[in-house]
């Protein structure tokens, strides 16, 4: 009541959404790794590098309210959430929330300021897509602005493709279907 009070209904139908798929999911709980040059990426963050990845979230948006969401997500679905660290410091996130029916979207990514550039986000996002495949998700969408041109790249290399936009926002909602 006090949730529905506070966030509204729409909020608190997604907070029960993902605690549900949260328990359903609860097998792919299992760390996974990858090294990519000097830095590793990984899935099931650490507290501490949670708070890492929320503190590039405030740096690279400004969308403050979004933030409980995001450590939210990260609690229900750690073996979707990915960390980018590179001596002990969180270089960067990619952040999936699941949906029903095998499906995912990308709720948030984004590499620190001083680090674009050098092929984290490209790493990130291949490899959060192959977790997603292992744990046999089929369709991953996503959300971003027209003009983020560093992203729209990195998306349509990685095989999304736009599906509809909103004129209003300016956002295209994009699309990949992951392969077996
Ligand atoms: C989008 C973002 C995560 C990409 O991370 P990154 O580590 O800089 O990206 P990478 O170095 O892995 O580059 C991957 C691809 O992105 C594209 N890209 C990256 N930087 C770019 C730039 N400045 N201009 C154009 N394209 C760029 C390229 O296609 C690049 O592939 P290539 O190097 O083979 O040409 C990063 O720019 C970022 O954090 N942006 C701010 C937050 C944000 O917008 N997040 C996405 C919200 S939807």
Redesign the pocket.
């Known amino acids: 009541m006090t949730l529905i009070a506070r966030e509204g209904p729409r909020r608190a139908v997604l907070w029960a959404t993902d605690m549900l798929l949260g328990l359903r999911t609860a097998r792919h709980r299992v760390p996974r790794r990858m090294d990519v040059d000097d830095a590793v990426v990984h899935t099931m963050p650490s507290r501490e590098e949670i708070g890492g990845a929320l503190r590039?979230f405030a740096e690279?948006?400004d969308l403050a309210s979004e933030t409980r969401v995001l450590r939210r997500v990260a609690r229900v679905f750690p073996w979707a959430s990915v960390v980018l660290v590179r001596g002990g410091v969180v270089e960067?996130y990619c952040w999936f929330r699941v949906l029903p029916r095998k499906r995912a979207i990308?709720l948030?990514?984004?590499?620190?300021?001083a680090?674009?550039?050098?092929?984290?986000?490209?790493?990130?996002l291949s490899f959060g897509l192959s977790v997603l495949r292992d744990a046999g998700i089929e369709v991953v969408d996503?959300?971003?602005?027209e003009g983020?041109?560093?992203?729209v790249?990195?998306?349509?290399?990685l095989g999304f493709a736009r599906r509809s936009i909103d004129p209003r926002r300016k956002v295209a909602r994009m699309r990949k279907a992951l392969g077996p």
């Open positions: 590039i690279s948006f960067g990308l948030s990514m984004a590499a620190r300021t680090s674009r550039g050098r092929g984290y986000g490209r790493a990130m996503l959300d971003v602005e983020n041109e560093p992203a790249r990195l998306y349509t290399s």
